[in-house]
Structure formats: C-alpha cells, structure tokens
C-alpha cells in the first residue's frame, strides 16, 4: 500500500509561487501513475494536473497551463508541482494521488479512479 504525503503549501501573494511536493512510501513509485487535485471551500474536488508513470507524458486543467508544471523524480520517490503566477482563485487544499498502472504512458485525469490519496496541504494566495 502507498503512503503519500504532499508539503510546501502556504500563504503567498498573488503573482507568487510555491512547489509542493509529493513524497510516496511502499511499493515501487515508478509503478504509479500520479495525480494533483484540489479543494477550495464549498466546493467539490477537482483535477488539477497529472503525469504519466515515466513522467513523459502530462496533462493540465485548463486554468492552469502554462502557470503549473507537474513532475516526477522516481529515483527520490517524489512527485512535484510548481506553481507560478499564482491567484487568489488558486487557494485550496492540494491532493496528492497515486493509482497503480501497467502502463507507463498513460495519464489518469478522473479521481474516481485513484488508488491511494494524501493528506493534503493548503495552498492561500492573498491579493
């Protein structure tokens, strides 16, 4: 079973920037295919980024390409999202998901379909 625990959250002013990080324990994290989602209060949890087990491929929710970038580093356990040119509409608790895959091309956007899930760390931007 994975263990995933996300940092690097906080408070920063819009037009900032923050990198949280996702640290997975257990079996082989090249075996997974990871995801990023959030929560805003009041609100349901979305998809946000996700990348495929080698890293090779990715994929962004609209509102946030070209400001976020995810990433891996399977040799450190590690999974990444810088986040730049941040809004106040990017407040939210950050997720961290994990779904064990055969593939290692592929990307898995739906939550529904993720295996294990993080704690979660809070991301506020203030104007």
């Known amino acids: 079973q994975v263990q995933l625990v996300e940092s690097g959250g906080g408070l920063v002013q819009a037009g900032g920037s923050l990198r949280l990080s996702c640290v997975a324990s257990g079996p082989p994290f090249s075996m997974y295919t990871m995801g990023w989602f959030r929560q805003a209060p009041g609100k349901e949890r979305e998809f946000v980024a996700a990348i495929s087990r080698s890293g090779a491929n990715k994929d962004y929710v609209d509102f946030v390409k070209g400001r976020f970038t995810i990433s891996r580093d399977n040799a450190k356990n590690t999974m990444y999202l810088q986040m730049n040119s941040l809004k106040p509409e990017d407040t939210a608790v950050y997720y961290c998901?994990?779904?064990?895959?055969?593939?290692?091309?592929?990307?898995?956007?739906?939550?529904?379909?993720?295996?294990?899930w993080g704690q979660g760390t809070q991301v506020t931007v203030t104007i």
């Open positions: 998901a994990a779904k064990f895959d055969v593939r290692t091309m592929r990307i898995v956007t739906e939550q529904d379909r993720y295996d294990y």
